[in-house]
């Protein structure tokens, strides 16, 4: 079971980060985030070892993290923009970091950005 929370109302330009709590040890955590109207996409992904991979529109911004003895991963959003308004989910596979397929999803926790 993943648990996500973090999100909230932000400006422009401000950061938040957020958290993903598993109640077991996971492999591979992601993010993925959907904003209202779009189809969900990947964000970023984290190994168990600390690989990472991000996808281009975030690389630079968003930074993924984990803490195995929490069993808790991280995404700490800076320089965060309109466009990055969505609901924010984690997942976990047994996969690599560049995997497209995760076995688990928790609930999403929405990130607001207002201009």
């Known amino acids: 079971q993943l648990q996500a929370s973090g999100g909230g109302l932000v400006q422009a330009g401000d950061s938040l980060r957020l958290s993903c709590t598993a109640s077991g040890r996971t492999s591979t955590m992601g993010w993925f985030r959907q904003a209202p109207g779009k189809e969900r996409e990947f964000v970023a992904a984290?190994?168990?070892?600390?690989?990472?991979h991000y996808d281009d529109l975030v690389k630079g911004r968003f930074t993924i993290s984990r803490d195995n003895a929490k069993n808790t991963m991280y995404l700490q959003l800076n320089s965060l923009k309109p466009e990055d308004t969505a609901v924010y989910f984690c997942?976990?596979?047994?996969?690599?970091?560049?995997?497209?397929?995760?076995?688990?999803w928790g609930q999403g926790t929405l990130v607001t950005v207002s201009s």
């Open positions: 984290i190994s168990r070892v600390g690989k990472t």
């Open positions: 997942a976990s596979t047994n996969d690599g970091v560049y995997s497209t397929h995760y076995e688990y």
